[in-house]
């Protein structure tokens, strides 16, 4: 447990659902919680769970999701309860739940972010744009995130959005985010904040655009598959254009080597999940026909992580806790290069509590291998916040 004038931070790696959250509670119980959030291993039992952190955060405002691995003082866990309590006395807090999401709609989408935009107004007439963020943490297996997180960050305007995707380890089969005591599938959570403490919030990714270019010449968007590239099989064509064997295409091979498309001058990771008995490929994100994908790069992966804390830092000072939203490849990637000690440390150096996820959202786009974070300071840095 770490402790600080206004936020609490824990983590438990027991293995049954009510003695986790049991522990959980004993780290980061307070006086007068504005916010409660937790990220839970898919394999606790999410009714015990939820049962529990419903008795013991009663008159609570608590959020969270199941996750793909989580992030804390433990390091990186496949199997823990992590998370932080917020001050009321730091902290204004508003939060609700969008359902249905196969049946979303971009106007409602809006109304209901808008309501509660009213309402942390309501509660805290000071919030703005300057001094407030949104958390989005929404269903992984929904594939609903990016007309979701357009429409949050459209009603929001200026006030900025992160958060990440629902997970279930590798299963790939049901992902939960909780509010109210109890988890939800197909279902969006948004908790708007607003805090007098300096914070910024952030992406960053190891990848860079080659010159390889890869048109999309079929695909099927709601579903997340890519058909034809340059008028070819996906699966062939994206493994003969990167030099691998189209029959050994898996999950590592997809984190080593992602495409990335650009968006208003910007490069963002397109991500493949897995390839079919068809020749498709399906993507962690929507890819539309027509859309030039391009191979792309892996640079340093530490290197990179290192360079953006010492931006956050330098711009709030040492962050008392970063919510943070790490894809589940660059969690395989770091596996693979036995990167866990020197990742975790820097992890750990910056009081990062989190979990690897399915996709993650900033200033509404949904993107793929990267790592969004929500850093929060402390007072005695002036706000500049992003």
């Given amino acids: 447990m770490k402790t600080h004038s206004s936020i609490r931070i824990g983590q438990s790696c027991a293995t049954e659902a009510g003695e986790a959250a049991r522990a959980f509670h004993a780290a980061v119980e307070q006086p007068d919680m504005a916010l409660v959030i937790f990220f839970c291993s898919n394999e606790y039992d999410p009714d015990v769970l939820a049962g529990e952190m419903r008795r013991l955060f009663a008159g609570v405002q608590v959020v969270g999701c199941s996750t793909a691995g989580e992030i804390g003082p433990a390091g990186y866990r496949t199997h823990s309860l992590v998370g932080a309590s917020f001050a009321r006395g730091s902290f204004d807090v508003v939060s609700g739940r969008l359902d249905h999401l196969q049946q979303f709609e971009t106007g409602k989408g809006q ?17 703005g744009a300057d001094n407030s963020f949104a958390l989005l943490l929404i269903d992984g297996m929904s594939l609903r995130e990016e007309p979701v997180t357009r429409a949050f960050q459209s009603a929001l305007g200026r006030l900025p959005l992160a958060g990440g995707s629902a997970g279930d380890g590798l299963n790939f089969g049901s992902a939960r985010v909780y509010l109210d005591g109890q988890f939800h599938s197909d279902s969006a959570i948004l908790v708007l904040v607003s805090t007098r403490l ?13 010159d390889q270019r890869l048109v999309v010449t079929a695909a099927d968007p709601a579903r997340r598959l890519v058909k034809e590239i340059n008028g070819l099989p996906a699966a062939e064509e994206y493994a003969r254009i990167l030099g691998l064997d189209a029959h050994n295409l898996d999950a590592m091979r997809f984190a080593a080597s992602p495409v990335v498309v650009m968006l208003n001058g910007t490069n963002y990771v397109r991500s493949i999940q897995k ?22 790069k892996g640079m340093d992966l530490l290197g990179n992580l290192k360079q953006a804390f010492a931006e956050v830092r330098a711009e709030i000072g040492p962050p008392q806790i970063v919510l943070g939203c790490d894809c589940i490849l660059r969690r395989l990637e770091i596996s693979e290069k036995a990167l866990e000690g020197p990742v975790g440390e820097v992890m750990a150096d910056n009081n990062i509590v989190g979990f690897n996820t399915y996709g993650e959202q900033f200033r509404g786009v949904h993107v793929n291998q990267t790592f969004v974070g929500i850093a929060i300071g402390d007072e005695s840095k002036s706000a500049g916040n992003a």
């Fill in 111 to 127: 109304a209901f972010a808008k309501s509660l935009l009213r309402k942390l107004e309501n509660q805290a007439p000071h919030a």
């Fill in 198 to 210: 300096p914070f910024k919030l952030f992406k960053t990714q190891h990848f860079v655009a080659s």
């Fill in 275 to 296: 390839a079919n008995p068809d020749g498709s490929l399906t993507f962690y994100c929507a890819i539309e026909e027509g859309i030039v994908l391009r191979a792309a």
